[in-house]
């Protein structure tokens, strides 16, 4: 047996998880700044942002990413010895903090992408060296205590004594719950995790400690979870998430009676019934498994494969029924299964998709990093959805986001000097807003309430008249390589912008753009994008100076075409020959010049190359000037009835910004009825 | 067979804990990667041995050590502990803690194996 398991078969889960926990820390900084700002101190963000700083040092360790465990461990060293201190580290650290985690989430950017992590910089070293210099003994704080049981209350961290105790002066109820575990309570789907989990939907969880008893038959496994809870929800509510009765619940309050925050129930919170509610609950894991969108991609093309199987099955079906055999039983059996294939695609395509708040919970660290560079000064608000939108729509919706979002602060928002002389508050306003817009659309919107966009000043740099509506104007804006702006700056670079967001929105992505913009007002951008788009491997190829795709799944071979060895066949309608034959493996193919097919003009003696696809078993050559060269593409379907041709099946982009038609050569063989033609004229 | 508890927060972590112990035959494992949840298991089910990492979101790897050594049933169970902190500071104040073993992170999948091997209460390959 073999003992040599390699860890370094753990690299995409390492990375997975460590990226997880780098954008934990992020948010947790920023939550750590934000207290600061307003004077006060979260113990708890620093207290995970250590925890997670450690947990990337001992995964890194174990994979051997040592420039990623040094980094860690320097930032760890330091926010611990503010966690032992219970103080809030000095404003200006966060910054530096901040730089390191970001220099994390670069090394591990590069392993992801099969390099390797470079050494920690020596200038955040330098200035972690300066930040430990200036780590100051400060004394601890106590606050006002709690009337906790003194065994409870001495195992609660000062700083969730002082959650306990700001929770109770802003209104919220102290309540204890025990939660005693047993096979049978297991059973009933209670365990301590799923209890937790209920419990976040109505409490917030100050902590939970274990306490060993006798076992008796309350106590069946001599043990029990004492739950200290804040909430604003009834005793019913907490008691039914804990599995308690409600009688057993005790409340408990601060010690120095404070302004009585006895609100009665009913005219309490609205309590959040559905206990569903909520599942993005802090801390808390469920049964998640992350999987390495390979995979996914992987068990995707399998499933091509027994979709491919299923139809030669129909195919062998029906030449059964067609010779005289019954085959009704069979014919259900198939039927079956093409039901269970749709149904087994949808569950894969499924697992594909993540939430739309990944990708917002990313834009406020980016607003910070704006806000320093551009001297503004800027509150985000992200108002959220349950959407969920397919991996790779949301990995090509991001640049955009980024784009739009730094165009806001960059350009609409205006300084904070400026926006007081205009009467506006001095903090710009950006917004961003996620919806379902039917089941397979997204709807974002990006607003400020900035300077607006000066149709005339734009419309002069284009060189253009002023538009008129503001599609007109939205037009004008994405027009490439315009740029409104008369300095380069740092944050947005020159123009640009624009372009990228329509290239991704409508031809990558196939979505809709919308433009609302009043000058002194603010700015509206709307984007709505399908949730999920297909992605498949496809050949570019040249025809008449015309780029095309077709999916490689449909291709049976490409050659090349020996026009001395081609047999013309006699000229049709317009003069032209359409169609020659080549041999092939024995076997006379027709060849289709596909300018002719789609009547454009091209010269005498190229089509040098053909595409075969097989039609009901036989093949047909389109004739094509250059083949291009393999890639993934987006398909967006034709939707628009005006525009849909047969052999066409969808647009996509090849990354030049035109549209690029996707040819399905198999439908246009079967419009042209061509290969039957061929072989009939041949015989 | 011989069962094992692996408390990790870290999912990677407890893959890796155990891809590293499938050398050993007769063993099953169970994940808990809180440790509440650890306790909750120990009460509630028999097991061989434990592996416990210190740092944890809820309730730490000491406090979950200090919690079994107090239990009648847990106080001779295995405990190894696996930490990044592999100072020899730490080392003491979880052997003080009650952990039967301490193992460094990283460690090698030898390392682990061996002591694995060490405190299961009898080998597992001769009862498998």
């Known amino acids: 047996m073999t003992t040599s398991t390699d860890l370094k078969e753990f690299l995409t889960a390492y990375l997975v998880e460590a990226e997880e926990h780098v954008a934990l820390a992020n948010q947790r900084l920023l939550a750590l700044e934000a207290a600061q700002r307003s004077g006060g101190h979260d113990a708890r963000a620093l207290r995970e942002i250590f925890r997670s700083l450690h947990t990337i040092k001992g995964l890194s360790a174990m994979v051997g990413v040592e420039p990623v465990v040094a980094i860690a461990h320097?930032?760890?060293?330091?926010?611990?010895?503010y966690d032992r201190l219970g103080t809030a580290p000095p404003l200006h650290s966060t910054d530096v903090l901040l730089k390191g985690v970001q220099a994390i989430a670069q090394r591990l950017t590069a392993l992801g992408r099969g390099e390797a992590a470079s050494p920690p910089p020596p200038e955040l070293l330098a200035e972690l060296d300066r930040l430990d210099s200036t780590q100051a003994a400060l004394v601890e704080q106590s606050g006002p205590e709690l009337d906790l049981e003194p065994e409870l209350l001495a195992k609660l961290a000062p700083f969730e004594v002082e959650q306990a105790v700001r929770g109770i002066r802003s209104g919220e109820r102290g309540v204890i719950a025990e939660f005693f575990p047993s096979p049978d309570r297991a059973a009933q789907g209670f365990s301590i995790n799923s209890v937790r989990e209920r419990l976040s939907a109505c409490a917030e969880i100050v902590r939970v400690l274990p306490r060993s008893l006798p076992v008796s038959p309350e106590s069946p496994a001599g043990l029990s979870f004492v739950l200290i809870l804040l909430t604003q929800a009834s005793d019913e509510q907490v008691a039914s998430a804990v599995g308690v009765k409600a009688a057993?619940?005790?409340?408990?309050?601060?010690?120095?009676?404070?302004?009585?925050?006895?609100?009665?129930?009913?005219?309490?919170?609205?309590?959040?019934?559905?206990?569903?509610?909520?599942?993005?609950?802090?801390?808390?894991?469920?049964?998640?498994?992350?999987?390495?969108?390979?995979?996914?991609?992987?068990?995707?093309e399998e499933l091509a494969t027994l979709i491919v199987t299923r139809y030669r099955l129909a195919r062998a079906v029906a030449a059964l029924t067609?010779?005289?055999?019954?085959?009704?039983?069979?014919?259900?059996?198939?039927?079956?299964?093409?039901?269970?294939?749709?149904?087994?695609?949808?569950?894969?395509?499924?697992?594909?998709?993540?939430?739309?708040?990944?990708?917002?919970?990313?834009?406020p660290l980016l607003v910070r990093g704006l806000q320093r560079t551009t001297n503004r000064r800027v509150r985000v608000e992200l108002e959220g959805t349950e959407a969920e939108l397919d991996k790779s729509v949301s990995e090509r919706l991001f640049p955009v986001l980024v784009h739009l979002v730094r165009n806001a602060v960059d350009h609409a928002i205006e300084t904070p000097d400026e926006?007081?002389?205009?009467?506006?508050?001095?903090?710009?306003?950006?917004?961003?807003?996620?919806?379902?817009?039917?089941?397979?659309?997204?709807?974002?919107?990006?607003?400020d309430d900035g300077r607006g966009i000066d149709r005339q000043a734009v419309a002069r740099k284009a060189g253009r008249p002023v538009p008129e509506t503001e599609a007109a104007l939205l037009e004008l804006l994405c027009m490439p390589g315009l740029s409104t702006r008369d300095v380069a700056t740092t944050t947005s670079g020159r123009g640009m912008g624009m372009e990228i967001v329509k290239r991704v929105v409508i031809d990558e992505l196939g979505g809709e753009l919308e433009l609302a913009t009043e000058l002194g007002t603010g700015t509206t951008f709307t984007l709505r994008v399908p949730l999920t788009i297909a992605i498949v491997d496809a050949f570019a190829f040249e025809c008449a100076g015309q780029r095309f795709v077709v999916p490689v799944s449909t291709v049976d071979e490409i050659v090349e075409v020996d026009r001395a060895e081609a047999v013309a066949v006699p000229a049709n309608a317009d003069g032209r020959p359409n169609l020659d034959i080549i041999l092939r493996r024995g076997h006379a193919v027709p060849v289709v010049r596909l300018a002719?097919?789609?009547?454009?003009?091209?010269e005498p003696g190229t089509g040098?190359?053909?595409?075969?696809?097989?039609?009901?078993?036989?093949?047909?050559?389109?004739?094509?000037?250059?083949?291009?060269?393999?890639?993934?593409v987006v398909i967006r379907p034709m939707n628009d009835a005006l525009v849909r041709v047969p052999g066409v099946s969808g647009a996509t982009d090849l990354g030049d910004g035109r549209p690029t038609l996707v040819l399905d050569l198999v439908a246009l063989g079967t419009s042209l009825g061509a290969g039957g033609s061929a072989r009939s004229a041949l015989t | 067979m011989s069962a094992i508890l692996v408390v990790d927060d870290s999912k990677v972590m407890r893959d890796m804990v155990v891809a590293c112990l499938r050398a050993i035959a007769g063993t099953t494992y169970t994940?808990?990667?809180?440790?509440?949840?650890?306790?909750?298991?120990?009460?509630?089910?028999?097991?061989?041995?434990?592996?416990?990492?210190?740092?944890?979101?809820?309730?730490?790897?000491?406090?979950?050590?200090?919690?079994?050594?107090?239990?009648?049933r847990l106080r001779a169970l295995p405990v190894l502990i696996v930490t990044t902190r592999g100072d020899e500071e730490s080392r003491e104040r979880v052997l003080r803690a009650g952990a039967t073993a301490f193992l460094a992170k990283p460690f090698t999948p030898e390392a682990i194996i061996a002591e694995v091997r060490r405190l299961l209460p009898e080998p597992a390959e001769t009862r498998a």
């Not at chain 1, 320097?74 to 010895?81: I, K, N, P």
């Not at chain 1, 002719?596 to 091209?602: A, I």
């Open chain 1, 596 to 602: 002719n097919v789609f009547r454009m003009t091209h």
């Open chain 1, 74 to 81: 320097r930032l760890e060293a330091f926010v611990r010895g």
């Open chain 1, 248 to 300: 057993t619940l005790k409340p408990f309050s601060t010690l120095r009676a404070v302004a009585s925050p006895d609100v009665p129930d009913s005219i309490g919170a609205p309590a959040i019934d559905d206990e569903e509610n909520d599942p993005l609950a802090a801390g808390v894991r469920r049964g998640i498994v992350r999987v390495d969108v390979n995979r996914l991609d992987d068990a995707m």
């Open chain 1, 419 to 447: 926006r007081v002389r205009r009467k506006k508050p001095e903090e710009g306003l950006l917004r961003i807003a996620c919806r379902a817009h039917s089941n397979t659309r997204l709807e974002l919107t990006v607003s």
């Open chain 1, 608 to 632: 040098q190359k053909a595409i075969i696809v097989r039609r009901a078993g036989l093949p047909i050559a389109f004739a094509v000037d250059r083949m291009l060269g393999q890639q993934e």
């Open chain 2, 31 to 72: 994940h808990a990667s809180t440790g509440l949840e650890a306790i909750e298991r120990l009460s509630l089910a028999h097991f061989d041995l434990m592996v416990l990492d210190l740092n944890m979101p809820d309730v730490g790897g000491i406090e979950v050590l200090e919690f079994v050594r107090r239990q009648d």
């Open chain 1, 322 to 363: 067609a010779r005289g055999v019954n085959t009704r039983e069979l014919s259900d059996v198939v039927a079956d299964n093409a039901r269970q294939l749709r149904s087994l695609r949808a569950a894969i395509v499924r697992v594909r998709m993540v939430s739309v708040s990944d990708l917002l919970d990313r834009v």
